[in-house]
């Protein structure tokens, strides 16, 4: 079944009015994941910033259809709710609130959006301890500040709890390896792999192939100056390793 079909996407930055995304095509079907690689500068971001409605872009052509509606025409909240998830560059700090009770307001909030009664503390507990092992994290965590303090590693692994306690179908990782030694890359990993057992998608967008030794795509695209040139399996990332980004020039 499809999750995401994106048709010719166009889109420029609203200040400047230059065009980045050229008519991008990429299609994801439910428990897929893929991986979008490119140069820096070739508009990864952009796309998955144009996906989830930031108001820096202004799309001047093409569709976007998510679970068989335009996403285009909703706000970035209602994107959010419907199931669509984006892990930030650099994740917020919430200084005085605790990432357990931030979690819960979270996903009573996307509850509520779908009338279904909130959830107790006790029984959030119960559905929260179900997704710290699926993601593999400690319940220390819980009773920290929301990214105050945390490592780079720990910052990414708690926006994969988030992902895993919002159940977003489809979750769109930017350069979730930026920034991270090896260490810290393998526990992020692990994470994301604990929730690939439950049926969601992922977009993950990478300069590195380093990051694809340890989160496998079925899909590898290749992004360069704003269009899709290339779309292949895992072979296609080395190529790369053996070519380089040349190999897949736009021109
Ligand atoms: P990538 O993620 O592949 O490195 P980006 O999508 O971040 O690429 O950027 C693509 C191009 O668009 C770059 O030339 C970048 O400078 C430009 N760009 C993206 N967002 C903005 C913005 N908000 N303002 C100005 N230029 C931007
Ligand atoms: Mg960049
Ligand atoms: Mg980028």
Do not use: W
């Amino acid at each position: 079944k499809i999750l995401l079909e994106v048709r010719d996407l166009k889109a420029s930055i609203a200040e400047s009015g230059e065009e980045i995304l050229r008519g991008v095509n990429l299609t994801i079907r439910e428990g897929q994941v893929h991986a979008i690689m490119g140069k820096n500068g070739s508009g990864k971001s952009t796309f998955s910033k144009v996906l989830v409605g930031h108001p820096d872009y202004v799309v001047t052509g093409g569709t976007v259809i998510f679970k068989g509606e335009n996403l285009l025409e909703k706000e970035p909240e209602e994107r959010s709710h419907a199931g669509l998830f984006m892990s930030f560059q650099t994740p917020v700090e919430i200084p005085g609130v605790s990432n357990i009770d931030f979690l819960q307001m979270s996903y009573n909030a996307k509850r509520r959006k779908l009338d279904l009664p909130e959830l107790s503390p006790i029984e959030f507990f119960g559905f929260l301890s179900q997704k710290l092992s699926a993601v593999n994290m400690n319940p220390s965590f819980l009773n920290r500040n929301v990214n105050e303090g945390f490592s780079g590693g720990e910052k990414k692994r708690n926006e994969i709890l988030q992902l895993a306690v919002l159940e977003a179908d489809l979750a769109i990782l930017d350069e979730i390896d930026s920034g991270l030694d090896i260490d810290a890359l393998q526990d992020v990993a692990k994470a994301v792999n604990g929730l690939l057992t439950q049926k969601n998608s992922i977009l993950m967008i990478t300069h590195y192939q380093r990051l694809l030794d340890y989160i496998k795509p079925k899909y590898v695209h290749i992004m360069d100056d704003g269009l899709i040139v290339k779309t292949g399996d895992i072979s296609i990332a080395e190529l790369l390793e053996e070519g380089g980004y040349k190999a897949f020039s736009a021109e």
